[in-house]
């Protein structure tokens, strides 16, 4: 009874407290939406000053150097560039901001839908950076883990080298060596992209590129959480408990470790959305990369500037999804 009793007192508490913190998530989450409304209107001040004053009158360079009045006429009419620019509800800043909100991004030059082809973009770059981006992160984590373990020893110091190594190469070096030799030379990969090859055989080079490429920053960065970790006191107490290293390093320092690799993964996984651009470019992945490049060689304002509000959506939400994981893997975080 005496324990039954204590168990009766014990839970209301902890279910009070499991309430109290989550009315405080609560609270914390509508209010770092409520700061996004004035972020996102920054931005879309931001670039509706940038391409449409700054910028010039894009009907003029949309129509050509030989148009007539009546053609470039036309050309304001379709896109709304023929309204007032702010004194009116009708005007081609409130229209921008409508159409941002709707995802309403009008038509490119070549007059199709900027939303068809962000579309159309999304999957081949996704496809590409996704695989990049865990692969490397699940490598560079675990090799971090194992030479911190080594620190000082002949096996540390030779990845410390190779990680500052494949540093200093440039990423343009890393695509041409692999281009030429594994496609090219070797025939083990396709050169360039093909409607006729699937998902997988394009984007296969590109990916062990971005891997290996970004391994390097990437080993050297965690490689440095890791010993921060490595020396604490709870690691020396977990090794005197008799516990394994396995255990130590998977259980206890990677789980301390944990606040910068969020912070450097959940703040990296926006840009996944906008492929690679280097990458895309020299392999011919009809990526979101691809297009933005082709955007701004074409100076399609249209397509840059859908690019560039969906990419700062991405980055507020995904700055928000940050905080909160913080709270979830160290209790210590309030969200006052």
Known sequence: MGCQNIAELIWPNAQRINNFRFDKMTSYIIRRLLYIIPIVFGVLLLTFVLFNLVGGDISLEIAGKNATQETIDEIRAEYGLDKPLFLSWDSQFINHFKNALTFNFGRARDREPVIDK???????????????????????????????????????????????????????????????????????????????????????????????????????????????????????????????????????VLKNAMIPIITQVVLAIPFLFLGSLLLERFFGIPGLGYLMIDAIGARDYFVINAMTYISAILFVMFNLITDLCYALVDPRISFE
Not at 154 to 165: A, E, G, T
Not at 176 to 196: E, M, N, R, T
């Open 118 to 252: 962000i579309k159309r973009g999304a999957g081949p770059s996704l496809a590409l950076t996704i695989p990049m981006f865990f692969c490397t992160l699940i490598i560079a984590i675990s090799l971090s883990l194992i030479v911190a373990f080594l620190r000082g020893s002949k096996w540390d110091v030779i990845v410390l080298v190779v990680c500052v190594s494949g540093m200093s190469v440039p990423y343009l070096s890393f695509i041409l060596f692999g281009q030429y030799f594994f496609a090219y030379k070797w025939g083990l990969f396709p050169v360039f992209f093909s409607p006729d090859l699937a998902m997988p055989q394009y984007v296969a080079l590109p990916i062990i590129i971005g891997i290996v490429a970004g391994l390097g920053g990437n080993l050297r960065f965690y490689r440095t959480i890791m010993l921060d970790e490595m020396r604490s006191d709870y690691v020396r107490t977990a090794y005197a408990k008799g516990l394994s290293t396995t255990r130590v390093l998977f259980k206890h």
